[in-house]
């Protein structure tokens, strides 16, 4: 009864939130995505399923799958540059990297 729907999700929305229209059995809804919305993180829709011949609905889940831009804008890549590697922005990165400073 519940449906599945994988969703491209642009790097920007992903990043910092915001809206977005997505097709249900039941026409197009538009949802809120979280600011931070990670690869494969889902929402769910109670009841945008299928029915039941008792009337009751399955859900609808919405699972994201981030887009990655083709192009950056000159002025983004600039400020994007000057952004700071640090563990609570990356933590798993600042892992690696604290591994390879202490490993070579």
Do not use: R
């Not at 109670?46 to 192009?71: R, S």
């Amino acid at each position: 009864l519940d449906v599945i729907l994988e969703c491209k999700l642009p790097l920007h929305l992903a990043l910092l939130g915001g809206k977005l229209k997505i097709p249900t059995l039941y026409g197009v809804k538009e949802i809120e995505i979280k600011e931070n919305t990670k690869d494969g993180d889902y929402k769910l829709l109670k009841n945008y399923g299928l029915p039941t011949m008792k009337g009751v609905k399955g859900d609808q889940y919405i699972i994201f799958d981030i887009e990655m831009p083709n192009y950056l804008h000159d002025k983004l890549k600039k400020e994007m540059k000057k952004m700071e590697i640090d563990s609570k922005t990356y933590p798993e990165y600042s892992k690696y990297e604290e591994y390879m400073k202490n490993s070579g």
